[in-house]
């Protein structure tokens, strides 16, 4: 852990705000998912969004990637306001998201998938130039590390952690300037979940603004430089790497008090268990 956290830099000079919610609300219906949540995301820092299962990770990544409108508050993108109604207004901002399992097709090769879109034409036909495209992708990929011999080969067969890969070294090269990650890291090993932060970080050094969303708040604080929790819609910790130690977010993560709780409840049921267990064998 010492040497991970000695590979963070806190940026010495002032970074400037490409993403801030400001008092953000987001209800469906008469669910209220997002309450009062004020963000703020840097160019070239990573801010860790962690949260229990339903405290609104997603549907503030959603809001972000322009899949649905905040319902309360302000969104602000380089200064101005803005509230999106489709996905491509978002990444015309330079905001990319990168989900779980949808980040890329199986079936098409890795340059394809690279391109998918965005594909690079050549001569008077408009032909694809193929050439050109796995040249392109061959570099970006060695640029950022990642080794894969057959680019011909289906997305499907590789590992998350490379698809995962793939996918932000796309982002980079079709320059996002903010990156969202919706839990890069749920699927996988200890070793794969390492090669993912590594690209995590190597797009903060790459000076994007980086959201990554996570359960896992060791793997935030290994790439982290700014830290927000959510609880039930609403933020219950924001605080930067110098202010939060790993031991607190551990803690607030695990709902500190609402843990201890239940270890005086299951204390309890152990005690009767070996109280049974005793009866048993008089
Ligand atoms: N489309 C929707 N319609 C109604 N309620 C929704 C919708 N999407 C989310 N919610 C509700 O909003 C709350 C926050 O959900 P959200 O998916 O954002 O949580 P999350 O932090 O991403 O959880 P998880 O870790 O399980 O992915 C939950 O109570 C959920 O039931
Ligand atoms: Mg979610």
């Given at each position: 852990m010492a040497v991970a956290s000695a590979s963070i830099v806190e940026p010495t000079s002032p970074v400037s705000e490409i993403v801030s919610l400001r008092d953000v609300g987001k209800s469906y219906g008469n669910v209220h998912a997002l309450r009062g949540v004020s963000l703020v995301v840097r160019q070239g820092e990573v801010t860790c969004v962690l949260g229990d299962n339903g405290a609104g990770k997603s549907t503030l990544i959603k809001i972000l990637a322009g899949l649905h409108a905040h319902t309360e508050g302000e969104v602000v993108i380089n200064g101005e306001p803005v509230t999106f109604s489709s996905p491509r207004e978002a990444l015309a901002r330079g905001i990319a998201t990168v989900y779980q399992d949808l980040a890329l097709v199986p079936l098409m090769s890795v340059w394809r998938n690279f391109f998918m879109g965005l594909e690079l034409r050549k001569g008077p036909f408009r032909m694809l130039d193929v050439a050109k495209m796995k040249a392109v992708v061959s570099e970006e990929l060695l640029k950022m590390g990642i080794d894969i011999p057959d680019l011909d080969r289906p997305v499907g067969g590789l590992s998350g952690g490379q698809r995962q890969c793939i996918a932000i070294a796309r982002?980079?090269?079709?320059?996002?300037?903010?990156?969202?990650?919706?839990?890069?890291?749920?699927?996988?090993?200890?070793?794969?979940?390492?090669?993912?932060?590594?690209?995590?970080?190597?797009?903060?050094?790459?000076?994007?603004?980086?959201?990554?969303?996570?359960?896992?708040?060791?793997?935030?604080?290994?790439?982290?430089?700014?830290?927000?929790?959510?609880?039930?819609?609403?933020?219950?910790?924001?605080?930067?790497?110098?202010?939060?130690?790993l031991d607190r977010l551990t803690n607030e993560m695990a709902g500190g008090a609402e843990l201890e709780a239940l270890g005086h409840e299951l204390g309890a049921s152990v005690k009767q268990m070996e109280a049974g267990t005793e009866l048993h064998a008089r």
């Open positions: 982002a980079v090269y079709f320059g996002a300037k903010v990156l969202i990650l919706d839990e890069p890291t749920a699927a996988l090993g200890v070793k794969q979940s390492g090669v993912v932060l590594k690209y995590v970080a190597r797009a903060r050094d790459a000076g994007l603004g980086v959201v990554f969303i996570t359960h896992n708040p060791h793997h935030a604080y290994l790439v982290g430089n700014h830290f927000v929790i959510l609880n039930r819609g609403r933020v219950s910790l924001d605080g930067s790497r110098s202010e939060i130690s």
